[in-house]
């Protein structure tokens, strides 16, 4: 299972699967090495106004939007740039014509019809940024810093991510998966493994190279919705994010089916992240409580009245030692 952080050592090759499985890891490791030797931060911001910090506190859930629904249509189509240009990069490098053939079926996947979907939630870094206070101006604006963060929804198929805003950073991320993709799918050709218990029959190899090309495509998604552009930088933002794999059953389990929720006249597919186990998966385990450490009120008229309600409903849910603070930004929104 992916816990923690995009890059968290903690992913393992999985056993008895081609070892091209395991290159997420492989890739994970170095990304982890380079960008949070040093640690993760502490706390993060979830940013959304008090009418959906009701149900957030009171069903102890996150909603993870279908990544295509975002607000910001340019943001996926940036980072599928950056990565189609990073695979047609490897494949001009690619000296084997069967690990050329699969990059090339990356490939293809990656500008098709975006599937799988991937959904996420959005935190930000920083817990009191005017550009945010803009984006949730309507109403009466909150930010939730949620401490001890990279397990809070427990053991599940996501993964939290720092989204990349340096070109260079994104594109040397990028290469960093192909990479582990290209040597270890190279091996498993040359000197292949048996199949796992469940499979009686060795793949064929034009299975292999469709289903390792889905995998790699898939994979790529992930990092993709953790690029935006660079002019977004200053809002230090940070994604929960879950791929619905949609790779062979023998090989991969089902992903629970989307709600869906109305967002300015739109039909927005989300997930629970109190549902986020892959069909087959689900267990009877305690949903971990949220760890909500403070509620900063945004800028509103009657900021007092406000935190009072907010206040009201933490205690009332057992986040009694949460605490309310609120914001001095200059923003007037009303």
């Known amino acids: 299972m992916m816990l923690g952080w995009i890059g968290s050592p903690r992913e393992e090759k999985p056993s008895g699967l081609p070892r091209w499985f395991g290159a997420t890891g492989t890739a994970s490791r170095a990304i982890y090495d380079r960008f949070h030797g040093a640690g993760v931060p502490a706390a993060i911001y979830h940013y959304t106004s008090v009418a959906a910090l009701i ?19 340019a943001e996926i189509g940036h980072g599928v740039a950056v990565a189609a240009a ?4 490897a494949q001009d490098d690619e000296a084997d014509d069967r690990v050329r053939a699969m990059l090339a079926e990356a490939a293809r996947l990656l500008v098709s ?41 427990g053991y599940s ?44 029959e060795p793949m064929t190899p034009e299975e292999e190279r469709v289903l390792c090309a889905g995998k790699l495509h898939t994979d790529l998604r992930r990092y993709i919705v953790t690029c935006k552009d660079p002019a977004f930088a200053s809002e230090r933002e940070i994604r929960f994010v879950y791929v619905a794999y949609s790779l062979d059953a023998s090989w991969f389990p089902g992903h629970p089916a989307p709600a869906f929720r109305e967002n300015a006249g739109r ?52 986040h009694t030692g949460a605490e309310i603070v609120l914001s001095g930004s200059p923003l007037r929104s009303w």
Request: charged residues 30%; negative net charge.
């Open 157 to 200: 198929q996501g993964v939290f991510g720092e989204v990349r805003y340096d070109l260079e950073e994104q594109a040397w991320s990028f290469d960093q998966l192909i990479e582990a993709y290209r040597a270890a799918y190279r091996v498993d050709l040359d000197d292949p493994l048996p199949p796992p218990p469940r499979r009686k």
């Open 267 to 318: 039909i927005v597919p989300y997930m629970s992240s109190r549902r986020l186990e892959p069909v087959g998966w689900e267990s009877d385990r305690e949903v971990p409580t949220l760890p909500i450490h403070s509620v900063r009120i945004g800028p509103t008229p009657d900021q007092d009245l406000v935190a009072r309600g907010v206040r009201r409903l933490l205690d009332a849910v057992g």
């Open 113 to 153: 019809e975006p599937r799988p979907p991937v959904y996420v939630c959005c935190f930000s870094g920083e817990q009191d940024d005017l550009g945010q206070w803009r984006g949730y101006g309507r109403g009466a604006p909150v930010a939730i810093e949620f401490r001890q963060w990279q397990l809070m929804f």
């Open 55 to 73: 149900p957030i506190a009171t069903a102890n859930e996150l909603w993870l939007s279908d990544a295509t629904f975002l607000n910001d249509r």
């Open 86 to 89: 990073r695979l047609r990069a």
